[in-house]
């Protein structure tokens, strides 16, 4: 199937994205274009408007500045399987970039694309929850900073406002005592996990000092792990600990089932990659 009949604009300015945003109802953002043109094509999101932003300068830079790593939102997934970083934060990147879709997906789609459409099993949508990010949102009335845990509402829902565009994210740089790891499961490679999750510790002395876990797949939204992340805190990084925060995080969700796992599946499936993300962060 082909889409209905649609306008076309391409700013070269953020400031023209913004001001075709607030005047053009209904108009939706091309970046990437990965997820919003098959719905297109399907008939399943019929926007008078597309306003492509991909000859906009500037929206695909990585940068390290202070305590904080800015994420254009133009960067493209495959950028990010080896990003010009360094550190624990780097490594994370590229592990779950190479997660992310297909090759063809991941040279094409954006990491801005992929949390504005903010399905729950996307690997950069459990990255942003896992780590607190910032998105930051600029409209003609001026920008707006995001906390990952308000920006996600539900499935395929953000809190943007029709005429905001996502512009970058913000994530805290990991210090060399920091270990990270990411496991997640789907029934074939490309295919969005049934269940993913995301660890990171601060480990000193073999004592862990400060963890955050997420979990992706599991519910409408990426969610943290606030029971596994206490059974970790203060406790030696050790596989015993491991089981313990597997068994917290398996009884503190509530897992949806479809037709491709139960809940009880999906539940027993987090743990067992919670005990997986936990030894590759180890090694």
């Known amino acids: 199937m082909k889409p209905v009949a649609f306008e076309y604009f391409a700013p070269r300015t953020v400031d023209e994205a913004l001001s075709l945003l607030a005047g053009v109802e209904g108009a939706k953002v091309l970046a990437g274009g990965q997820s919003l043109v098959p719905a297109m094509n399907f008939r399943l999101a019929r926007p008078p408007a597309l306003i492509d932003v991909n000859q906009i300068d500037g929206l695909d830079q990585i940068t390290a500045t202070g305590d904080l790593v800015r994420i254009g939102a133009l960067t493209r997934h495959r950028t990010l399987e080896a ?39 996307a690997e950069w949508c459990l990255l942003a929850r896992t780590l607190d990010a910032t998105v930051v949102a600029g409209s003609v009335t001026g920008t707006r900073e995001i906390p990952a845990e308000e920006f996600f509402t539900t499935v395929f829902t953000t809190s943007l406002r029709s005429d905001e565009l996502l512009t970058e994210v913000r994530l805290p740089i990991l210090t060399e005592r920091h270990l990270v790891g990411f496991s997640e499961f789907s029934r074939r490679a490309g295919d969005f996990a049934l269940a993913m999750v ?9 004592v862990v000092h400060t963890a955050q876990v997420g979990a992706g797949g599991v519910s409408d939204v990426p969610v943290r792990l606030m029971g596994a992340e206490a ?40 743990g067992a990659l919670l005990r997986r993300a936990c030894s590759q962060a180890a090694s």
């Not at 592990?95 to 694309?113: D, L, N, S």
């Not at 995301?198 to 073999?206: K, L, M, P, Q, W």
């Not at 089981?243 to 037709?259: G, H, Q, W």
Request: glycine letters at 10%.
């Open 83 to 121: 990003p010009d970083l360094d550190g624990p934060l780097a490594s994370l990147l590229g592990v779950m970039a190479r997660h992310v879709g297909h090759m063809p997906i991941r040279v094409r789609g954006t990491f801005g694309g992929s949390l504005a459409h903010a399905d729950p099993a």
């Open 198 to 206: 995301a660890v990171v510790v601060e480990v000193d002395a073999g």
């Open 231 to 270: 059974a970790l805190i203060g406790n030696p990084w050790e596989p015993a600990m491991w089981d313990k925060a597997a068994e917290a995080a398996m009884s503190e969700v509530n897992p949806f089932e479809d037709i491709h796992g139960s809940a009880e599946y999906r539940r027993d499936l987090m």
